[in-house]
């Protein structure tokens, strides 16, 4: 039996094709470079690589089609998240590569293999050596992401998952401070990730057991030929959990605190704005193109864990007495909050929901906006790494009048008040969950982000409003990388909560799922 | 397409002028109040304006202009007064010049400049102005939400002891009721997505035919917003501990202003947009308004906190101002709209007063003062003036509109109106009793230490700070160290050094803070014409909206009304 070679579109590939090759040559370079200018050099790469990717999928606007036998399916909505996810990528790259605020000059342990506290480990505190091999391992979980949300079959997409998750699970565990809190976060971490990916391999078996193909249009073509048995719904199911962990949607949330805590807060950044946009962009793409005729197997369980999301983060979130485990359970709740613009979904063979264009807007949005606020957690410093307990932000606007206004401008875009970004994407999104007749899930999401409002005040108080302690935190001068960021994240916060309707429009005509 | 700037200009001279003002180096205070009153007049001067370019017999919205903002959402920046807005943006800019000559010379809590409280102030401005010109609902609803940002840090930088505190009441209340209202403002929208277009217009969103069950839905939402705002009676819990702990001038604008906006909501979204559910819930409203009439004004007795006593006054008379809309006749919601207007002025001039005299001793208790009058008689007078336009007496620019509103309230609501004429009687004894109790009687209290006990001055700067509590304020004060009261002195006046002359008068720029509104109160309350007429066509245009029948009691009587007031 002759085996035909698939046809693979190498221009819709453009934008995998650069970010994994960035990362192989991230790799070459660990291995072959001079370890003196490693460091320049795999920025210089990652950056090339990530920017390269999102000049790419800008020059692919447009592009719709099922590429690689079936495998890949480029399209609107996946151009438009992959740029997302590179252009965070990017800038969380550029937090990873900050060396002005750690004495050490990086926020990335020199060599993770030596025991923590033992006496190897005290000798490499004080070197000037840099960890680089943390480049080429984003690059390569910049890529997955990338890949997972224009996989068009579930096996790419459980592939996609691993490549995305295992770097993270690596990076999570490389913190220069804090060592043991940061390795516990990686285990963890990586066995509930594990737990995850076997969720959804078993929910995939399922899947091609009841319809007999992992492509997604197949899967369609099974479902609304009647086929929906038992075995169908547990697979849906079983891969809605897979995804849902990786999303951090409670409850499948557990995770979260703990590794958003223990990781190195660029990685916390990255984390939390990229695995996000990829996680709701494979759960739009299973849900929209393969169960999108049968709505009704997916929507009452999307329907409560957006609810259960939303009160678990804006709850749990007001006990917190840690800023990042406190954006830990923001980030739970804004996953119920996206959810409840999954749930605008148009109805079968009618493209022009407003769900679909107004998760994707929220997701830029939040994600540009959390990625800010992780970045200016790096630059708040006591004595031994990052000032992190809410005490110690005590009356900040005093001694950094600019650092404490822009963190509460990204506080106020995650609280979703008006004229910031976080505003735009609410509204969005719940606009499509209420044209879809899901007013109630609207209005608990209303009370949610009510609930939710008050803790993130509680950090303006502290910032404003408080009196600082007389050995609080030092604020460090963030070198040219972070500050980069900060630019980049804070005028998109605001512009894209004063003058929203470019990229709205861009977000309306980029809503199209092929496959 | 835009017709007129106008409306713009008031949006965006205050804004600039916040930014500017921002933009300021920090120990420049003096620069930065001289140009806070500049924007503050210019607004004032466009206000003016706008109202001669007003037709009171032209089209409902003027002076209009809108462009396309958010076209995805089809949200129009679109500006727009009618009568009732318009006395509103007078209300507004004449309140603010006021407010920051009043602020003039306050000094910032530590650590804290001034220059951002007078930045804060216009940007508030500027959201003011939008709030009440706003005639896309979206709009409407962002400048309502992006207006409690400036009054928290308002409240929360340069407010009382229990700043943190009320700060955060206020904004998760607000911000409570603003998310519930956003609930019905998107579920307005998918209406008329499913009528046609989808849109934000206020126009177009009137013309809409609602079904009564999804109208009832929307109004509860809006209202609950709105009810929060005002605030009616069971929700009204922010506003003591807001208005006590705002420093005087944010007081003024938070209860003058802010809180009209519900009933302004009520006014302008409420009625026209949902009139079956206005009119289906109207007996619930009424209730609440009454209620709130009688229950605050007890309250307000009870009092011993002075600025708490003004807010608690404040919630009483927003029940007038409801029980004035929801009458559902021309001639109330008349009266409820002069009442918004002269309400901000009296009561606007009573906490500027009451902030005087805290300013002066240190306390805001009233058992710590007595016989100011004999001291400061221009302080005392004032005082009087200002807490008789607050009791509505004859004469005073609240009488003409509580007077319109139970005497349009009557034909339709009965019942109503004679329990809340009582109150008046309440209001005279709230009023009278802190009237007395701090002016008149033997000079005591903190203005007057016993035997002269000298360096007693420092106690009167840290008071306000260090706790409202009485033990402080009042034997804490003598011998307060007198280190500590100049380093910690908040918002508040310099105190003379002598014993002897503690007590002084009002000053030629206390004098000139005071003088516009104790005019406006006398005026409006001997000619109110003018402000009628602006009104009262856009308020016969909401109750036709909510389909009242406003032929059966106006014509008839609004004339005979204000030539009783003449």
Known sequence: MPIEAPDLSLAALAPLLFVFGAACIGVLVEAFGPRDSRHPVQVAVALVGTVGGLVATLLLAGTREVTAGGALAVDGAGLFLQATIAGLGALSLLLFAERNLDPARSAFVVSAAVPAGSVRDRELLTVQRVQTEVYPLATFAIGGMMLFVT?????????????????????????????????????????????????????????????????????????????????????????????????????????????????????????????????????????????????????????GVAIVSMVVGAVLGLTQTDLKRMLAYSSVAHAGFLLTGVLGFPGSGDPAGTGLPAVMFYLLAYGLTTLGAFAVLTLVRSGDGEATHLSQWAGLSQRSPLTAAVMSLFLLALAGIPLTSGFTGKFAVFRAAIEDGAWPLALVALLASAVAAFFYLRVIVLMYFSEPAADGPTVGVPGLPTTIVLAVTAAATLVLGVVPGAVLGLADRAAIFVG | ?????????????????????????????????????????VVLLLAVLATVAFDTGGDRFQLTSSVPWIPGFGVDFALGVDGIALVMLLLVGVLVPVVVLASWE???????????????????????VGVFAATDVFLFYVFFEAMLVPMYFIVGSFGGPRRQYAAVKFFLYSLLGGLVMLAAVIGLYVVSASAGEGTFAFESLRQLDIDPDVQRLLFLGFFVAFAIKAPLVPLHTWLPDAGAEAPIGGAVLLVGVLDKVGTFGFLRYCLPLFPDASREFAPLVLVLAVAGVLYAALLAMGQTDMKRLV?????????????????????????????????????????????????????????????????????????????????????????????????????????????????????????????????????????????????????????????????????????????????????THEAPARPASRLRDLSRRELVVVAPLVALVIGLGVYPQPLIRLIEPAVAATMSDVGADPAGTTPATTPGSTEGTD
């Open chain 1, 151 to 303: 996989a068009n079959d579930l096996l790419i997409m459980f592939v996609a998952l691993e490549v995305l998750s295992l770097p993270l699970y690596l990076i999570s565990g490389l913190a220069r401070r804090r060592r043991l809190l940061s390795q516990e976060a990686a285990v963890k971490y990586f066995l509930l990730g594990s737990f995850a990916s076997a969720f959804f391999l078993y929910g995939l078996a399922l899947v091609y057991g009841a319809t007999g193909s992992v492509q997604l249009g197949a899967v369609r073509e099974a479902v609304a030929a009647g086929e929906t048995d038992t075995l169908l719904v547990l697979g849906l199911a079983l891969l809605i959990v897979g995804l849902l962990f990786k999303a951090s949607v409670a409850p499948f949330h557990t995770w979260t605190p703990d590794v958003y805590q223990g990781a190195p807060t660029p990685v916390t950044a990255f984390m939390a704005a990229c695995t996000k946009v990829a996680a709701f962009g494979a759960i739009l793409r299973l849900l929209y193109v393969a169960f999108g005729t049968e709505e009704w197997t997916w929507r009452p369980l999307v329907y």
């Open chain 2, 1 to 41: 397409m835009s017709d007129s700037l106008l409306l713009v200009a008031m949006v965006a001279v205050p804004a600039v002028g916040a930014a500017v003002v921002a933009a300021l180096p920090r120990e420049r205070t003096d620069t930065a109040r001289v140009v806070a009153l500049g924007v503050s007049l």
């Open chain 2, 106 to 128: 306050d000094r910032a809590p530590a650590n804290r400049s001034m220059r951002t409280f007078f930045a804060w102030l216009l940007l508030l401005e500027a959201c003011m």
């Open chain 2, 311 to 491: 807010s608690y006054t404040s919630i009483a008379h927003f029940g007038f101002i409801a029980l004035g809309v929801f009458a559902f006749t021309t001639e109330a919601g008349t009266g409820a709209v002069l009442y918004m207007v002269n309400h901000g002025i009296a009561t606007g001039l009573l906490f500027i007063v009451v902030g005087m005299l805290i300013a002066r001793g240190g306390s805001r208790l009233v058992g710590d003062y007595g016989g100011v009058a004999a001291h400061a008689p221009k302080l005392a007078g004032v005082f009087l003036i200002a807490g008789l336009a607050s009791l509505a007496l004859p004469g005073t620019n609240s009488f003409v509109s509580e007077f319109l509103v139970l005497i349009g309230s009557f034909p339709t609501r009965p019942v109503f109106t004679v329990l809340a004429t009582a109150g008046i009687i309440l209001a005279a004894l709230y009023v009278l009793l802190l009237y007395q109790r701090t002016m008149h009687g033997p000079p005591r209290g903190v203005l007057f230490p016993a035997d002269g006990a000298v360096g007693g001055t420092t106690g009167t700067d840290g008071t306000t700070r260090h706790g409202a509590t009485a033990a402080s304020a009042t034997t804490g004060g003598g011998p307060g160290a007198a280190s500590g009261g100049t380093a910690t002195a908040t918002l």
